[in-house]
């Protein structure tokens, strides 16, 4: 007589278990026979109040004590990565804990393309423990699988694959443009419908996210213009890009607008942590004293407070992590120095409404603030000189110091020479830098792509 392999007692029971779940609020479940089985074992077409929706996934579900982890549980792939990572249908894996009677879901075709992107082969589907799948926990589940299931159908289909080319995952309601440039790289233009800024996703900048507004448009030295070398944040762009960048934010305009009806948009944690980051970068570059500066008044402050202390005491126990933030340059710095470094300088950071532009949504409270007022455009009278010489070099305005000889022609052209008394970097306009002349209160503000000519001193040769 043939025998029944002992390992169909628990898978069976594992299929019974996700049937009878799914079947309880509705769902349809269809059997995948035994020899048609090619890695899914269920077919699911998931209803809504009801009526039958034209969502349909596939399930491999497993069962045993053979499939746990020390972190949870793992399916194998085996030859299944192609199928299960490039069919039409997306596949998930389901574990059945015998011992806890306990089901546990993961999107295997999620974690394929994910890891291809990176460059990985995944050998293994990871089932995290958390949350079960039970009776409390299936209607954030379908709502999740059918979200995931959305980006399969129409126009969403396009801005699926160019969300997995970028490592992100786009709302139904985003608006998102791609462009490729001149030398085959990707750009994506993304705006999340009512916040007050937009994003742009660069194939060659390993899709980190720039988060821009009109105000972060400073080609040569003044926002809102488009030609010469534009910057967009903190990205050099051609003309090409920034031409199709500006147009995509414009026509845009009005998704930024709040949604009377909609619940309240969260806050972006990315765009904040971005934010925060670039102005400390900004602020390390403009300002060489600003570290020391502020680690006093920390100091000076957690006399008197010990939750400070004890968090300084946490953040500084590891003496290579301290070492690395006060010797090191922002971009040289792992991850732990420059939280290290941020906890220096900045004080807390104000969260305002995600409708707001960025530099409004996100402030930043210094530690230790700079004292100076601010000057705008309209005190500008004349330019900085570009006139080279055998004893000038052309510098940008970040690489001003207390000291410096620059040179400045007036209104009519004329050439003088100023010395630089402060610079420090601008609150007024995040990512620009002013510059005091001459210890008077004649000063203004600088943009990226603005150039002095500093005369060469002795010590810099």
Not at 413 to 420: C, I, P, Q, S
Not at 426 to 445: H, I, K, M, W, Y
Request: charged share 25%; with cysteine; glycine share 8%.
């Amino acid at each position: 007589m043939p025998k029944v392999p002992n390992s169909r007692r628990p898978g069976r029971a594992a299929v019974n278990a996700l049937r009878a779940l799914l079947e309880q609020h509705n769902h349809i479940v269809q059997e995948v026979d035994g020899q048609n089985d090619f890695g899914e074992d269920l077919l699911v077409t998931f209803t809504e109040d009801g009526e039958v929706t034209g969502d349909l996934v596939k399930i491999q579900v497993k069962g045993g004590r053979s499939w746990r982890r020390a972190d949870g549980y793992a399916v194998p792939v085996g030859d299944h990565g192609s199928t299960w990572a490039d069919g039409n249908i997306p596949v998930l894996c389901v574990v059945h804990d015998p011992d806890t009677d306990s089901l546990y879901w993961a999107n295997a075709t999620k974690q394929l393309r994910s890891a291809r992107r990176n460059g990985e082969a995944l050998k293994t589907i990871i089932v995290s423990p958390d949350p079960e799948l039970d009776d409390e926990s299936i209607a954030d589940f379908v709502a999740e699988v059918r979200r995931y299931l959305s980006r399969y159908r129409g126009n969403r289909i396009i801005q699926a694959q160019l969300g997995e080319m970028a490592g992100v995952e786009f709302g139904p309601s985003d608006i998102v443009r791609h462009h490729v440039n001149v030398y085959g790289e990707d750009l994506i233009f993304w705006q999340r419908r009512g916040e007050g800024f937009a994003t742009l996703l660069h194939s060659d900048l390993d899709w980190h996210p720039e988060h821009f507004g009109p105000e972060h448009f400073y080609p040569d030295g003044r926002p809102g213009l488009l030609s010469g070398t534009p910057v967009v944040a903190g990205t050099i762009l051609n003309a090409g890009e920034a031409s199709w960048l500006a147009a995509c934010f414009d026509a845009a305009r009005w998704a930024r607008e709040p949604i009377a009806d909609d619940p309240p948009l969260q806050t972006n944690d990315d765009a904040r942590d971005n934010y925060v980051a670039r102005r400390v970068e900004h602020r390390l570059r403009v300002e060489p004293g600003a570290l020391p500066r502020s680690l006093q008044k920390l100091r000076n402050e957690a006399v008197n407070d010990p939750d400070l202390a004890a968090i300084a005491a946490e953040l500084e126990s590891d003496a290579t992590v301290s070492a690395e933030a006060l010797s090191k340059p922002w971009d040289e710095m792992s991850e732990k120095s420059r939280r290290l470094v941020t906890f220096y300088l900045v004080k807390e950071v104000h969260v305002g409404s995600p409708s707001l532009p960025i530099d409004k949504q996100f402030q930043i409270e210094w530690r230790h603030s700079q004292s100076t007022g601010e000057y705008g455009f309209n005190a500008r009278v004349g330019q900085p000189s570009t006139h080279m010489s055998s004893h000038r070099e052309r510098v940008s305005a970040y690489r001003l110091r207390p000291g410096d000889r620059i040179y400045w022609l007036s209104r009519y052209g004329n050439e003088r020479g100023r010395e630089v008394s402060a610079v420090w970097d601008s609150e007024d306009n995040p990512g620009t830098v002013c510059v005091r002349f001459d210890q008077l209160t004649l000063a203004d503000t600088f943009w990226p792509g603005e150039r002095f000519v500093r005369k060469v001193s002795a010590n810099r040769g």
